[in-house]
């Protein structure tokens, strides 16, 4: 009976925790973590006419969401999905439509046996990945094989694809940034694999540094690991950082010496502010440097720029310099969950080919801009209302939805948040949820230079709670220091420049 | 630099099949494999004007994906979602659409923050998670807790999250049927465990005996692998078979006698036809039988049923005995992916709370009788036909979208596909493609006891094309036959009655 009895649950007949995969349990993913989850606490105490908080309402700053947040869904896209959904509209037509939402759905209702209602081929429709190919040539001046390009359930599901078919074991490495967005971190754990982290440079604008990326490379390979890609997330979440054309040189370089797959997350192409270097894809980068032997993988997603369709899930990759056995294998991955979403397959068809006629364009045009005017205005009202606070810096904002400000915690709050059980960002960031009902994710989720502590916010709020949010999370940080002052001196007589 | 060149990917600087993880290698998945591929090059030939093929076009029977086949997507579901897609058709309307579907539209709109462009909570929007309960609730009698319902892009992402949960290294095995839906083996494998395979039984209408899995269990134990849960597909895939209620009752009290989780896959849970037994739900027969330690998940879908909505990627699973910090895990790993597509959830909500004005209600309730009643003739109008065959029985349709014919391969025929390096059903179901278009799936990539050979067919293609579908079917066998006869004795002068 020996063998028989050895399934049975631990210390019991009920499956508990410590039955299950270690791996998962082992796994974080801290932008929907223990903060949320008293987020989440919290409103159900609100909904249920509690009035013990100091606001009415919990804001989620916590995830790059615009939509929930007030911005309105892409007016022209969203015509062609609603005709698409209900093929009668498709015949009778919509008044208030134009002549090219009409085509334009006639186009894909065509083109795609079935529509919306039938799997689809695994990579994608072709007729999707095709206009995703002409708007890669477009931008970055080189062929694009719609072969060689997956549609995805937003980006996620590529990057999951991905580091399964890299993460071989135990000894695998992925190098990732530090701090860093992370869904690659709790991938690489279950996959069995880890994550070799190189610290950004947070004096520089958060940027990429080769030297590091050596450094980081001769760490994980000296601690026995074999590092198998390198994932850079430009612009860079958590850190909003813009990459320079001779940062995207030197990495590619930096593959091509040390064999490594590129995995170039670049889902915030879109959101590039003012001064910073405008974006260019690392695709463009490898081929300009010849560098034709770097495998690369680039991910988009309509998740973010200015159409911000997180609940559709689109998204893409292309890959480059892959053998067409290896595609293969990642065929038949994509295969075993059949097929993404063909809405959101959809929506990336409408991201990558905007419409041309001069009345949408142009409605098209306006919209973006003043979505992403809007965007830039917000992300400089809370990075110059952040670094008008005591023991608080912030890098300007270049890119992507977030910033993530360095935050001087008190020592008395360091002690505080150790008797609590948590790191000091997460002591301090439930404090600001407990207080303001800002949601804002630590620093420590993301991976941070030991000692520093930050946290990640989004300036998504709408122009019009902006300003109330930016004054809510003031008061809370003054509050915080002085309730963590040392009695001995004075509570941060000036701003700290020395960080 | 030894530990340097540890990263070189094998025999050179371009990623190679051999640098990849071996368990993505290992993984297969015949529903989109060999045969398919090869129908999607005479595609291309086809459209490229390449006349050498003895039809005009591939008709794809290897997956249920019934609107790709010429079946209408649900008309109320369909309108509602379009006014959801776009909120400009909520506040206009549309006039020919009902107040029913103008009121539902904004019952979704109003309880979900974003609309579907926003991400959702992980587990999937609340309203629809309600829905789910009442449904089941209503279903089975026994309560259904909304915190236990998970929204998923289809049943297959949840298979993957309870896989990944529970297969802890490649010790771990779980109990699934033979033949078996390709999806849970596949998924074993990359989760680095595997499956112990029990039989179905082929003379008893494919049913799952008790003793069966007693075998099963202690053959897994005696090869020093843990089970940790049991698949059970009711209906049947590939086998349509619709379990009794004693066969149920007996699979719940094998998992409380062994601890199995058990997960019940019961996506085609409203195509049960004629005679067969009805569908009970494993969740019902577990609480009838006060079964409550015995952990149990149930998977459903908008893919199959009368509403075929695989496109959308819509669906749901529920956990009955788990425990709250379980749960948690499960809840981590679907937050990992953000959330499901919203569009698919609120088609969620659609198929299990079915429109109530009389109107509606009729109109639904006669396409959804329509529906039904025609896959019921199709499958008996296929399975007749299979049984006219020399060489072939075929268990009456009960369930599902699919037959799952017996054929006996010709010696001469093995030995062929010996040389070609193929197993017997999948040269016979190339032959097939080649000769007639057809695509079905070989029964070896389900698996079958050996020595027998099957193929899996679904009897979706439209009632106007099913005929000629059968003719070139049993044409293309009789053929085969004729061909691989053995010179010396007639070949199969009666149809055999003896498998």
């Given at each position: 009976?020996?063998?028989?009895?050895?399934?049975?649950?631990?210390?019991?007949?009920?499956?508990?925790?410590?039955?299950?995969?270690?791996?998962?349990?082992?796994?974080?993913?801290?932008?929907?973590?223990?903060?949320?989850q008293?987020?989440?606490?919290?409103?159900?105490?609100?909904?249920?006419?509690?009035?013990?908080?100091?606001?009415?309402?919990?804001?989620?700053?916590?995830?790059?969401?615009?939509?929930?947040?007030g911005?309105?869904?892409?007016?022209?896209?969203?015509q062609?999905?609603?005709?698409?959904?209900?093929?009668?509209?498709?015949?009778?037509?919509v008044?208030?439509?134009?002549?090219?939402?009409?085509e334009?759905?006639?186009?894909?209702?065509?083109?795609?046996?079935?529509g919306?209602?039938?799997y689809?081929?695994?990579?994608?429709?072709?007729?999707?990945?095709?206009?995703?190919?002409?708007?890669?040539?477009?931008r970055?001046?080189?062929?694009?094989?719609?072969?060689?390009?997956?549609?995805?359930?937003?980006?996620?599901?590529?990057?999951?694809?991905?580091?399964?078919?890299?993460?071989?074991?135990?000894?695998?490495?992925?190098?990732?940034?530090?701090?860093?967005?992370?869904?690659?971190s709790?991938?690489?754990?279950?996959?069995?694999?880890?994550?070799?982290?190189?610290?950004?440079?947070?004096?520089?604008?958060?940027?990429?540094?080769?030297?590091?990326?050596?450094?980081?490379?001769?760490?994980?390979?000296?601690?026995?690991?074999?590092?198998?890609?390198?994932?850079?997330?430009?612009?860079?979440?958590?850190?909003g950082?813009?990459?320079?054309?001779?940062?995207?040189?030197?990495?590619?370089?930096?593959?091509?010496?040390?064999?490594l797959?590129?995995?170039?997350?670049?889902?915030?192409?879109?959101?590039?502010?003012?001064?910073?270097?405008?974006?260019?894809?690392?695709?463009?980068?490898?081929?300009?440097?010849?560098?034709?032997?770097?495998?690369?993988?680039?991910?988009?997603?309509?998740?973010?720029?200015f159409?911000?369709?997180c609940?559709?899930?689109?998204?893409?990759?292309?890959?480059?310099?892959?053998?067409?056995?290896?595609?293969?294998?990642?065929?038949?991955?994509?295969?075993i969950?059949?097929?993404?979403?063909?809405v959101?397959?959809?929506?990336?068809?409408?991201?990558?080919?905007p419409?041309?006629?001069?009345?949408?364009?142009?409605?098209?045009?306006?919209?973006?801009?003043?979505?992403?005017d809007?965007?830039?205005?917000?992300?400089?009202?809370?990075?110059?209302?952040?670094n008008?606070?005591?023991?608080?810096?912030?890098?300007?904002?270049?890119?992507?939805?977030?910033?993530?400000?360095?935050?001087?915690?008190?020592?008395?709050?360091?002690?505080?948040?150790a008797?609590?059980?948590?790191?000091?960002?997460?002591?301090?960031?439930?404090?600001?949820?407990e207080?303001?009902?800002?949601?804002?994710?630590?620093?420590?989720?993301?991976?941070?230079?030991?000692?520093?502590?930050?946290?990640?916010?989004t300036?998504?709020?709408?122009?019009d709670d902006?300003?109330?949010?930016?004054?809510?999370?003031?008061?809370?940080?003054?509050?915080?220091?002085?309730?963590?002052?040392?009695?001995?001196?004075?509570?941060?007589?000036?701003?700290?420049?020395?960080?």
């Open positions: 009976m020996a063998a028989l009895l050895r399934s049975r649950f631990v210390g019991g007949s009920i499956l508990k925790v410590a039955d299950l995969n270690p791996l998962v349990l082992k796994a974080e993913y801290a932008v929907r973590g223990q903060i949320l008293r987020a989440m606490e919290i409103e159900a105490d609100i909904k249920a006419g509690n009035a013990k908080w100091p606001f009415d309402r919990v804001v989620r700053c916590n995830i790059g969401n615009p939509q929930a947040l911005q309105t869904p892409p007016k022209f896209a969203r062609v999905l609603s005709m698409i959904m209900n093929p009668e509209l498709l015949a009778t037509g008044s208030s439509y134009s002549t090219e939402v009409l334009r759905a006639r186009t894909y209702a065509t083109a795609i046996k079935g919306v209602g039938a689809s081929d695994s990579k994608g429709v072709r007729i999707v990945r095709d206009e995703v190919a002409a708007f890669i040539e477009q970055d001046g080189y062929p694009s094989d719609p072969e060689a390009i997956y549609l995805t359930d937003g980006a996620s599901a590529g990057v999951r694809h991905l580091t399964q078919l890299l993460l071989r074991g135990p000894q695998d490495a992925i190098l990732a940034p530090s701090p860093q967005y992370p869904l690659y709790a991938l690489a754990t279950l996959g069995n694999g880890s994550i070799a982290p190189y610290y950004l440079d947070e004096e520089a604008d958060w940027s990429v540094a080769v030297d590091e990326l050596e450094r980081a490379y001769a760490a994980a390979a000296k601690a026995g690991n074999i590092p198998r890609g390198l994932v850079i997330i430009n612009p860079g979440n958590p850190t950082a813009s990459l320079t054309r001779e940062a995207l040189d030197g990495i590619v370089h930096f593959c091509q010496r040390r064999d797959v590129l995995l170039a997350d670049e889902v915030y192409q879109e959101n590039v502010y003012g001064t910073a270097p405008p974006f260019v894809s690392l695709k463009k980068v490898m081929r300009d440097l010849r560098a034709d032997d770097v495998p690369l993988v680039s991910f988009h997603s309509i998740s973010k720029g159409t911000g369709e609940g559709l899930r689109g998204g893409y990759f292309e890959l480059a310099n892959f053998r067409t056995d290896v595609r293969a294998q990642l065929t038949k991955l994509a295969s969950s059949l097929c993404s979403n063909v959101g397959q959809i929506g990336v068809g409408l991201m990558v080919n419409p041309t006629s001069p009345e949408e364009k142009s409605a098209y045009e306006a919209d973006r801009d003043a979505k992403l809007s965007l830039e205005r917000r992300a400089e009202l809370v990075a110059d209302a952040l008008a606070l005591p023991g608080v810096s912030c890098a300007r904002a270049q890119g992507a939805l977030y910033l993530f400000p360095n935050i001087e915690v008190p020592p008395k709050a360091v002690d505080a948040a008797a609590a059980g948590l790191q000091p960002d997460a002591f301090y960031s439930l404090r600001m949820l207080s303001t009902g800002l949601v804002v994710v630590p620093g420590s989720g993301f991976g941070q230079k030991n000692g520093t502590w930050h946290f990640r916010t300036f998504l709020p709408s122009p902006i300003e109330s949010v930016v004054a809510r999370l003031a008061g809370f940080h003054r509050g915080f220091l002085e309730e963590f002052a040392d009695p001995a001196e004075p509570a941060h007589p000036s701003p700290s420049s020395d960080l």
